[in-house]
């Protein structure tokens, strides 16, 4: 199966470690995607959420509030300033995760919190 590494790191630690199907970013100039063999990139990420595809097919979503991202042709590093992952097992975990995630956009200043907010919405309607 054609996957990539992917690490999220902020100051608390690892937040998440994995091989991947793709990977989508808030990048500062626009939202992209990345695959296995992606082309070597270096760039800054603004205050939103990482939508992830596992190996397995499932999916995760981590919202952080800035950072960066190295892509490399078998590795992907995020060092993130802070990041919540956006999940659980059942909905008091998943709201738990949510109202976290909430809490780290607004603590923001940033023009786009609206828009991260929005995105924040749309995955706990997807959750539930």
Same mark, same amino acid.
């Given at each position: 199966m054609n996957t990539t590494n992917l690490e999220i790191v902020t100051p608390e630690g690892l937040i998440f470690s994995g091989n991947v199907k793709?990977?989508?970013? @808030?990048?500062?100039? &626009?939202?992209? &995607?990345?695959? @296995?063999s992606?082309?070597?990139?270096l760039t800054s990420l603004k205050v939103g959420v990482i939508d992830i595809e596992? /190996? /397995?097919? *499932?999916?995760?979503? %981590?919202? %952080?509030?800035? &950072?960066f991202v190295k892509v490399e042709e078998t590795k992907v590093t995020v060092l993130a300033d802070g990041a919540v992952a956006i999940g659980g097992d059942n909905e008091s975990e998943i709201a738990v995760s949510l109202e976290k995630a909430r809490k780290l956009i607004q603590s923001m200043s940033d023009s786009?919190?609206?828009?991260?907010?929005? *995105?924040? /919405?749309s995955v706990s *309607? *997807?959750?539930y």
């Open positions: 793709s990977v989508t970013f @808030p990048g500062s100039e &626009g939202e992209f &995607g990345v695959l @296995p992606h082309a070597a990139l596992l /190996d /397995d097919g *499932k999916k995760e979503s %981590i919202a %952080i509030n800035w &950072g786009n919190v609206a828009l991260a907010m929005a *995105k924040v /919405d *309607k *997807k959750a």
